[in-house]
């Protein structure tokens, strides 16, 4: 059930970053970070009750705080990074997650993976390497290229906060319930995000709120609503490292949205990005 639940939210996310580099193009970066929180409620708050109100004990309210504080500053990295960058070169990133998610699941709720998965976790830091090397250059040049490419490095460190938020999700739900949780935390999202757009680009804010522009918006709003609650209640039964790997499958989907739609250069990179599922699909089954 979790493996279905994991490829859901895989596609649903890529097609998320797809819409949301295009509405980047004409909107400005906190607009569309709005934007997608806010919409994903339509989905999400008629469910916010599905299993009723939890009792929410202080181990809630401390790994939830931690996550939405977290989550605001990756939010606003990540559309950054994808209004800079191309989603082949950017996303990828995304797939160390579950690095740091074998240290902050051992620490936070004390999950770990078999030997497999830490050859899985490899494959990925040698294809993320891989990404960003190029023949005749000396071998240290791709972490400095990393560092180099602005929408990289934002990723990057979005792939570093989420592997820490990752953790928090699971200790969170663990406290609630995955319909709860997820539907409250993008409720807050949404009520913090909305100052921070008006005070952004309050011209694009307003514009955005016209119903010629809402077709191209809400959909990304839906479609995060989908991917975020189809992970939280993986999460719920399974490995959060399990999970969140799977669900980097969107490395894949969304490297091949950005070549078909923004006509984004992918050759080159098929290698390392299918290195990187490799080494996804070997930490999902370990």
Excluded at 88 to 98: G, I, N, Y
Excluded at 214 to 243: E, H, K, N, R
Aim: glycine share 6%.
């Amino acid at each position: 059930m979790w493996i279905v639940l994991g490829l859901i939210s895989a596609f649903s996310d890529a097609a998320k970053n797809t819409l949301a580099k295009h509405n980047a193009k004409s909107f400005d970066s906190l607009v569309v970070t709005w934007a997608w929180v806010t919409y994903s409620l339509i989905l999400l708050l008629p469910l916010m009750f599905f299993k009723g109100v939890p009792r929410l004990d202080s181990t809630f309210w401390t790994s939830f705080v931690a996550r939405i504080i977290l989550d605001v500053i990756s939010l606003i990295l990540y559309v950054k990074a994808l209004k800079q960058t191309d989603l082949s070169l950017s996303l990828p990133m995304l797939a160390l997650t579950p690095f740091f998610l074998l240290i902050t699941g051992f620490v936070i709720n004390h999950e770990f993976p078999q030997p497999i998965g830490l050859i899985g976790v490899g494959a990925i830091i040698l294809g993320t390497y891989l990404l960003n090397f190029k023949r005749n250059e000396k071998i240290y040049q791709p972490f400095v290229a990393i560092y180099q490419n602005k929408g990289t490095f934002m990723m990057l460190w979005v792939a570093v906060l989420w592997g820490i938020t990752g953790s928090l999700h699971k200790l969170a739900i663990l406290h609630s319930n995955p319909y709860f949780y997820t539907a409250f935390g993008a409720l807050i999202l949404a009520i913090i995000f909305t100052p921070l757009a008006i005070w952004s680009n309050k011209q694009d804010f307003i514009r955005s709120l016209n119903p010629k522009n809402l077709q191209y918006i809400i959909p990304v709003g839906l479609l995060d609503g989908v991917s975020v609650l189809c992970q939280m209640i993986g999460q719920s039964i399974a490995l959060t490292v399990f999970v969140v790997s799977l669900k980097r499958m969107s490395i894949v989907f969304s490297s091949a949205m950005g070549w078909f739609f923004f006509k984004e250069p992918i050759k080159k990179r098929i290698i390392p990005i299918c290195l990187m599922v490799v080494g996804v699909v070997l930490i999902s089954f370990s």
